[in-house]
């Protein structure tokens, strides 16, 4: 009989959410009986405040484990047993095992991001990057850059004060990377010297469309990385390829999140080739 598994998505918004059939479908390619739901708050007519009880049920219920998106990935933290060292460096959860009778929160975010920049831009200068977004995706790309071994990184947002804390609380983790946050209005400048340059604000989704970066500010001497998944090519990844940059979207983070995540759920290495094709087609 196959291995059967029951895993979830707990946020709001997300009842278009891809991700159920990117894990059903890799699940059934290895042969398990697998089964991934939504549990979207907002239809459900529930809070984060009831999200300590809905993941002791999903424990008591047997699930194998939980995706955890906004608004809750700070907030579950309390609920859990331990924390995989890299979760509890960044302060932020969105992948949540049961084994053993325990909850142990992981994160995937940073982890998707990397392994998409190692895959998609091999030998990318990371001399000097500069990340325009400073929110819960620019914290966990930000993350991956100074893991990485960026030379400086640069964080730029609207909001100066988020750019800052962030700044503040990587630097303590990665003392050796030259990390500081600059203005909206330092933008031209610090992207004048960049090598490369991450893009993690909201602008370019449907619901947000444009681009973040004028056209002008951009030239070949950089790579441009995309959070941005939905569309695939935002109007900045347009601009960068028109410019000649080195481009990189933000479809493959959200399928390596996935991917790391099938693989903490079902012990198996998940093809990640497949799951990109699986996503390009839905
Ligand atoms: P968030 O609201 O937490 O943070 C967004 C940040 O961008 C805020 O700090 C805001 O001040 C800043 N900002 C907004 N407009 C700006 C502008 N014009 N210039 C400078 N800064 C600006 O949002 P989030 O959760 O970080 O999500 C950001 C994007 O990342 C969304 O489009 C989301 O879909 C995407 N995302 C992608 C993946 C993936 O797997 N590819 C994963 C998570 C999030």
Same mark, same amino acid.
């Given at each position: 009989?196959?291995?059967?598994?029951?895993?979830?998505?707990?946020?709001?918004?997300?009842?278009?959410?891809?991700?159920?059939?990117?894990?059903?479908?890799?699940?059934?390619?290895?042969?398990?009986?697998?089964?991934?739901?939504?549990?979207?708050?907002?239809?459900?007519?529930?809070?984060?405040?009831? %999200?300590?009880? %809905?993941?002791?049920?999903?424990?008591?219920?047997?699930?194998?484990?939980?995706?955890?998106?906004?608004?809750?990935?700070?907030?579950?933290?309390?609920?859990?047993?331990?924390?995989?060292?890299?979760?509890?460096?960044?302060?932020?959860?969105?992948?949540?095992?049961?084994?053993?009778?325990?909850?142990?929160?992981?994160?995937?975010?940073?982890?998707?991001?990397?392994?998409?920049?190692?895959?998609?831009?091999?030998?990318?200068?990371?001399?000097?990057?500069?990340?325009?977004?400073?929110?819960?995706?620019?914290?966990?790309?930000?993350?991956?850059?100074?893991?990485?071994?960026?030379?400086?990184?640069?964080?730029?947002?609207?909001?100066?004060?988020?750019?800052?804390?962030?700044?503040?609380?990587?630097?303590?983790?990665?003392?050796?990377?030259?990390?500081?946050?600059?203005?909206?209005?330092?933008?031209?400048?610090?992207?004048?010297?960049?090598?490369?340059?991450?893009?993690?604000?909201?602008?370019?989704?449907?619901?947000?469309?444009?681009?973040?970066?004028?056209?002008?500010?951009?030239?070949?001497?950089?790579?441009?990385?995309?959070?941005?998944?939905?569309?695939?090519?935002?109007?900045?990844?347009?601009?960068?390829?028109?410019?000649?940059?080195?481009?990189?979207?933000?479809?493959?983070?959200?399928?390596?999140?996935?991917?790391?995540?099938?693989?903490?759920?079902?012990?198996?290495?998940?093809?990640?080739?497949?799951?990109?094709?699986?996503?390009?087609?839905?």
């Amino acid at each position: 009989m196959p291995e059967s598994l029951l895993c979830g998505l707990i946020g709001t918004g997300i009842g278009k959410s891809l991700t159920p059939a990117m894990h059903e479908r890799e699940g059934a390619e290895h042969g398990l009986t697998y089964q991934y739901r939504i549990i979207d708050l907002d239809s459900r007519g529930l809070t984060v405040e009831d %999200l300590p009880r %809905l993941v002791s049920t999903a424990a008591d219920l047997g699930f194998r484990g939980l995706n955890i998106t906004h608004p809750c990935k700070q907030r579950v933290i309390s609920t859990l047993d331990g924390l995989s060292e890299d979760a509890a460096r960044l302060g932020a959860v969105n992948t949540v095992l049961f084994a053993d009778g325990r909850a142990v929160g992981h994160n995937t975010d940073w982890s998707g991001f990397d392994r998409n920049f190692g895959r998609g831009l091999p030998g990318a200068d990371i001399g000097e990057v500069v990340q325009l977004g400073a929110g819960g995706a620019g914290a966990a790309v930000a993350y991956a850059m100074a893991r990485r071994g960026a030379g400086r990184l640069t964080l730029v947002d609207a909001d100066p004060l988020r750019a800052q804390q962030l700044r503040d609380s990587l630097s303590v983790m990665f003392p050796d990377v030259d990390i500081v946050s600059a203005g909206l209005d330092r933008l031209a400048a610090v992207l004048d010297t960049a090598t490369g340059l991450v893009h993690a604000t909201p602008i370019g989704m449907v619901e947000h469309p444009g681009s973040a970066v004028p056209e002008a500010l951009l030239h070949p001497r950089m790579w441009v990385a995309e959070v941005v998944y939905r569309p695939a090519e935002t109007e900045l990844l347009a601009a960068a390829s028109r410019v000649g940059c080195r481009t990189l979207s933000g479809t493959g983070m959200a399928v390596f999140q996935a991917a790391d995540a099938f693989e903490i759920f079902t012990g198996r290495i998940a093809d990640a080739d497949r799951m990109i094709a699986h996503m390009s087609a839905l």
